[in-house]
């Protein structure tokens, strides 16, 4: 559009003057394929993007939208055909993830309606664009194409350069009509504007806003968010994703960063920008990817024992404590390793065992500390493990840090193995939290370990304690400084909370090592027992006697009913054995119906055997492992009497024994405990291992192994510890597993890949 | 001219007659079919049988009704063994008119099949009647033949139906598998049950045994397996099976998706604990390559019944040469089978506690039998039964102790129901110990109500 004529010249130029700073932008809509249509409107909008805030006031009075009009029109004829839009068309990757460059609800609507992520981008050449980095992972992306003019056309990113946030792309075929921008740096003369497409939610429009001082740039020491004065000085609050230009139009300077150091120069023409090609890029990321995974992030898995239950507090019997958890350890100097889960001292109290897959080895860890202030802990690993690496510790800079390239590693648990998605990014800013605590916010949201491009730590993601809390409450994770992390360390005991630890003195449960059931009133009268049962409603009859348990050795007997245990001190109450308080499962375990239990309610299949983690069990913890006790009973012949025994801890059982799941597989496998033995009649010579779960579409399950299945061998060796199956199935290919149901075996044929 | 016309519309006539008739074949396939039925209909025998049934805790009977044929002259009648299981009473209806009952020469439950015999011990003197009887194929059938279903579903009237083979090696996943079927579309249904499955020629093929609700498909006994089992019946008065413990998975399992090297042998899923292969040593993921010098090969499920039945013949008490692959190894292994015995256990019903108990054999009840190889347990309990409340006693229990009589054989039982159950009994309340589930429960019956009955 040819408008200008030299009437309008001279009273831009009369406008222009008056103009110190900018509080009043233009803009005017773009028809462009791909764009949105709506009318130009000029818009007087105050931003702060220019950043001398008090002239502003003093200007606004005096400016004219009408001028920012004309110079966006003036901007616009000069510099529209430089300018694209680029489609940014998203999938989910293989592993199942979403882009994490916006939050999900952004980008699955954009991929569940087919539509893409949208940008402007500048032209260098007929084929070459560059444009604002905003960390799409390539492998998120299933095509790009660039639009000018309501034409298409498909590109490819070529490389980045991280230190100017910018992205460079090229497409297959040079874009017809497009004018290839030419940059003249900054003169020091004569007024400059920035010039961008923007997205105001409906439309893309054009705007034109005055770029600050004639010279050019701001220059600032110090951003109000960083906490010491960074080591270099920096330039901030730099426009981003823009174009700068003279009075007619012509540019001087392309910027995407908010931030830029001060020994670069804002107007250094892009393609003089050092640029890392994309497959570089990549492959370094993956190299960090590879090494922090196989040398440095390990599976921890940690076994608790079980918890007494509060007799006062009304349990709802769905909800089973913790008694086993797997975890993510990043392994830091000296074989320590750091757990990031917060664990409240209770649980601590309960820690019974830790242990670090590092690779196929197993090995025991040690409890070295929970942090007071943190949600994590050490664990010291107790034997020289070799081809492990921690990850470097070193103190960084943190506000210089801001908006440089960083690599986020996401982690996810494959088993016993740590799988990591690795995502590009920046530090958006820096923050003290809570408690002091220094950390950086990303671009990208999520747990995540933060490297800086050079493979240095520089966060670690860790929950604040906020001990007013209850559980419930789940606190978000923070990227904590890898700084703080250093102190935490340095600081050794004194930033370990003292009480939060594993207790050696710990009230383990209890157990009598019975099978019982409740009494009821028939049997009551039957037996004519009722004045000793209350009528029925006191009694627990023994139906079984674990051999080897407390009550063997009490000589107690099947048919015995148990009516009180007094603990012999007096330190708590006695236990009435109340029906009520100890209801059994009487049903029988549909073994025939198990094969048509769809598999995703697998993991909803009660167990056979009534579990040992029960309110007897709990109420008898309560009075306390190693106290001695009283029972008083009544025999087979209704002789009421007493016997005293010691309360033991319980030995394992099937909830807190050693699991494994193999992810190859599908298979979850526990060994036998006690009552699995019994419930089976599994004599004691003979290995076999439980099936736990199945996991649904695994080959396990595909081959038809449900839960409760047993494992007896596999391609002829007899497995009978979560180790020895691990051993048998090291070398993959084919395995023959011998599995048992109840009375029939078969042979089950698994083809693993390894 | 017209001569022409005429010998021509002669001749086109005499073509049109020709074929008009078209169906020479039509009528020969006819006359065949009348034939072999006329042949086999007289040897069609209607049986109806009185058997207890103790199922629902009652001892009630019922009448099970069905078909047979003859295949002697003196009266033997093949049928199913469904047809005559805990049969009190046989009697049979022949086409001709005459009735007689029957006695029970043999019958197997894993085959489903059993040899009757009509009592004809009549009036001294007269002679001996004679009976109208069918023969057995020479020939085993083959897919495609035109095969009639013949029985006698209500009585009097004979009733056929036809179809063809449809599958002459049919493999149906079921306990007791010593031979495939033959699979029909001619329609089986419940009233000609055990009657005969007869080819063209007038020639038994198969026994009916099994149809399919819908219709459209039935399955026989294949006439060799009739011939085998009816000698075996003659001589043993039942099938008598040598047990040898193994189960066995076929080289190429499509159903599990496992598929094993080489094109001999037979793969051992597993051995049964306590059985004769335990004994000799035999372990799961063996291949049985040879029996007594005899090689064994099954490649698919079809080949299985086919093995199943080489070892169930086997000579019980005498040591048989069994040729195993363990890894790379041959060995021959000595193993003495058993007879299999009794494939169910017998069952007693106890009418005044509302119950009926059954013997626990391992072969019909393996799950209860892995945790007590010698008990009853509860079959059935009748609706209406006082002394059984709810989670008192369920079905599925196994009584282990009733009062202060410990129970192992269904004897026991009837000892220790014979003395609660007396109306001169003061326990009013009785203590039963049952196993459920693995893990043993106590459980109170009131007999209160009963006892004075």
């Known amino acids: ?754 | 001219m017209k001569i022409y016309f005429a010998i021509l519309a002669l001749l086109v006539s005499a073509v049109s007659l020709f074929t008009g008739c078209a169906g020479v074949d039509d009528v020969g396939f006819e006359n065949t079919v009348q034939q072999a039925k006329d042949k086999v209909f007289p040897a069609v025998v209607y049986i109806r049988v009185l058997r207890e049934n103790k199922e629902s805790g009652k001892d009630i009977s019922g009448t099970v009704s069905g078909s047979g044929v003859l295949i002697s002259p003196d009266g033997e009648i093949v049928t199913n063994w469904h047809v005559v299981d805990k049969a009190i009473n046989i009697r049979c209806l022949l086409s001709d008119g005459r009735h007689y009952e029957a006695e029970l020469i043999g019958s197997d439950k894993d085959i489903d099949l059993a040899l009757i015999k009509l009592k004809t011990a009549g009036t001294p003197g007269l002679k001996a009647p004679e009976f109208p009887f069918a023969d057995f194929a020479s020939i085993p059938a083959k897919e495609g033949d035109f095969v009639m279903a013949m029985g006698a579903p209500w009585g009097l009237s004979r009733s056929v139906t036809i179809g063809i083979i449809s599958s002459a090696n049919r493999y149906l996943e079921r306990e007791g598998n010593y031979s495939l079927w033959y699979q029909t579309d001619a329609a089986i249904f419940p009233g000609n049950s055990g009657g005969p499955l007869v080819n063209t020629r007038g020639e038994i093929v198969g026994i009916n045994t099994l149809g399919v609700i819908t219709g459209g498909m039935g399955f026989s006994i294949p006439s060799p397996t009739v011939e085998l089992l009816v000698g075996r019946f003659r001589e043993y008065r039942q099938a008598n099976w040598a047990w040898v413990g193994l189960e066995l998975q076929p080289l190429h399992d499509f159903n599990r998706n496992i598929y094993f090297d080489g094109d001999s042998g037979v793969i051992i899923a597993g051995v049964e604990p306590g059985s004769p292969a335990e004994t000799a040593g035999i372990k799961a993921r063996d291949r049985l390559m040879a029996v007594n010098g005899t090689a064994v090969t099954a490649m698919t499920e079809e080949d299985i019944p086919a093995v199943n039945r080489m070892l169930g013949l086997l000579e019980f008490g005498r040591k048989a040469d069994l040729t195993v692959k363990r890894g790379n190894e041959m060995l021959n292994i000595a193993l003495t089978p058993v007879a299999k015995g009794k494939v169910e256990g017998e069952s007693l019903a106890l009418k005044k506690w509302g119950i009926t108990v059954k013997a626990i054999n391992r072969f019909a009840d393996p799950n209860l039998y892995y945790y007590c190889p010698e008990g009853v347990f509860v079959l059935g309990a009748d609706q209406g039964n006082t002394v059984v409340r709810h989670d008192g006693l369920q079905v599925g229990d196994i009584i282990l102790e009733a009062g202060k009589h410990k129970i192992r054989t269904l004897a026991d039982m009837k000892k220790a129901y014979d003395e609660l159950a007396a109306a001169s009994s003061r326990d009013r309340l009785v203590i039963v110990k049952v196993m459920r589930n693995g893990v043993e429960l106590r459980t109170v019956l009131d007999f209160s109500d009963v006892n004075n009955q």
């Open chain 1, 1 to 754: 559009m040819q408008q200008k004529n030299s009437k309008y010249s001279v009273i831009l130029v009369f406008f222009l003057t008056l103009v110190l700073s900018g509080a009043v932008s233009a803009g005017e809509t773009n028809i462009q394929s791909g764009g949105k249509e709506a009318a130009s409107a000029p818009a007087a909008a105050s931003s702060g993007e220019a950043g001398n805030k008090t002239a502003a006031k003093a200007e606004e009075n005096m400016f004219d939208p009408g001028i920012m009009v004309k110079q966006n029109r003036i901007n616009i004829e000069k510099n529209a055909d430089s300018i694209v839009l680029v489609d940014f068309y998203l999938k989910i990757n293989d592993r199942g993830s979403y882009p994490r460059f916006r939050n999900w609800h952004y980008v699955d609507s954009l991929i569940a309606d087919g539509l893409p992520h949208q940008q402007p981008a500048f032209a260098l050449k007929k084929d070459l664009f560059v444009l604002q980095d905003v960390f799409i992972n390539p492998e998120f992306l299933s095509r790009v194409e660039v639009k000018f003019r309501d034409k298409s056309y498909p590109a490819e990113i070529t490389g980045y350069s991280p230190s100017r946030r910018a992205v460079f792309i090229r497409t297959a075929k040079p874009v017809e009509g497009i004018e290839p921008l030419v940059f003249k740096p900054f003169s020091g003369k004569g007024k400059y504007y920035i010039f961008q497409l923007r997205d105001d939610g409906k439309n893309w429009t054009w705007w034109t806003m005055p770029f600050s001082a004639p010279a050019g740039y701001i220059l600032s020491g110090r951003s109000q968010e960083s906490i010491n004065s960074p080591a270099t000085p920096y330039y901030s609050n730099l426009p981003t994703d823009v174009l700068i230009v003279d009075e007619n139009g012509t540019a001087a300077a392309l910027n995407f960063t908010i931030r830029l150091k001060s020994s670069e120069k804002l107007d250094l023409p892009p393609d003089k920008w050092p640029v890392i090609p994309a497959p570089e890029l990549a492959a370094s990321g993956q190299k960090l990817l590879k090494n922090a995974v196989e040398k440095s992030l390990f599976v921890v898995k940690l076994n608790f024992h079980q918890p007494r239950r509060n007799p006062n507090v009304n349990n709802n019997s769905n909800e089973r404590p913790v008694v086993f958890m797997e975890s993510i350890g990043i392994l830091l100097k000296d074989g320590l390793l750091l757990v990031p889960e917060e664990l409240s001292r209770s649980e601590t109290a309960r820690l019974d065992k830790i242990t670090v897959m590092c690779g196929s080895r197993a090995v025991p860890g040690e409890f070295a500390g929970s942090f007071r202030d943190f949600g994590g802990f050490l664990v010291k690993l107790t034997e020289k493990v070799p081809g492990v690496e921690p990850l470097k510790l070193e103190k960084h800079d943190f506000p210089s840090l801001i908006d440089s390239p960083v690599n986020l590693l996401y982690l996810k648990r494959s088993g016993e193995k740590v799988d990591a998605e690795l995502e590009r990014n920046a530090v958006r800013g820096v923050m003290l939290g809570r408690k002091n605590a220094r950390m950086a916010t990303y671009y990208a949201d999520g747990s995540c370990i933060g490297f800086d491009d050079k493979g240095r730590l520089i966060t670690v993601p860790l929950k604040i304690r906020d001990y007013r809390q209850t559980r419930q409450n789940n606190t978000r994770v923070h990227n904590v400084a890898v700084n703080e992390l250093l102190e935490l360390l340095d600081a050794g005991g004194k930033s370990f909370d003292p009480g939060n630890v594993p207790s050696q003195n710990w009230r383990r449960t209890a157990y009598l090592g019975i099978l019982y059931q409740p009494m009821t009133r028939k049997m009551a009268e039957a037996r004519s027992i009722m004045q000793y049962t209350n009528n029925g409603a006191t009694g627990l009859e023994i139906t079984y006697v674990y051999p080897g348990g407390p009550a063997e050795r009490a000589r107690l007997k099947s048919g015995d009913v148990l009516l009180r245990i007094i603990p012999e001190d007096g330190s708590s109450a006695k236990l009435e054995m109340e029906v009520s308080r100890y209801p059994v499962n009487l049903r029988t375990f549909p073994w025939n119906m198990l094969d048509r239990v769809p598999e995703q309610y697998f993991d909803k299949i009660r167990t056979p055997w009534s579990s040992e983690q029960n309110r007897f069990n709990s109420d008898l913890s309560n009075l306390g492992v190693g106290k001695t006790v009283k029972v008083v009973y009544l025999d087979n012949k209704n002789i009421l009497k007493e016997v005293s025994l010691k309360i033991e801890a319980s030995p394992e059982i099937f909830e807190n024994a050693e699991s494994y799941e193999d992810t190859a597989s599908g298979l979850t496998l526990r060994p036998e405990t006690f009552e699995v033995k019994h419930y089976f009649r599994s004599a004691g010579g003979e290995k076999s291992l439980i099936i736990a779960n199945v996991r649904p579409g695994s080959p396990a399950s595909i081959a038809g192994i449900k839960p409760y299945e047993r494992l007896i061998s596999v391609n002829g060796t007899a497995v009978g510890t979560p180790e020895e199956y691990r051993k048998a199935v090291a070398q993959g290919g084919e395995l023959r597993l011998e599995i048992k149901r109840l009375a029939e075996s078969r042979v089950v044929r698994l083809e693993i890949k390894k």
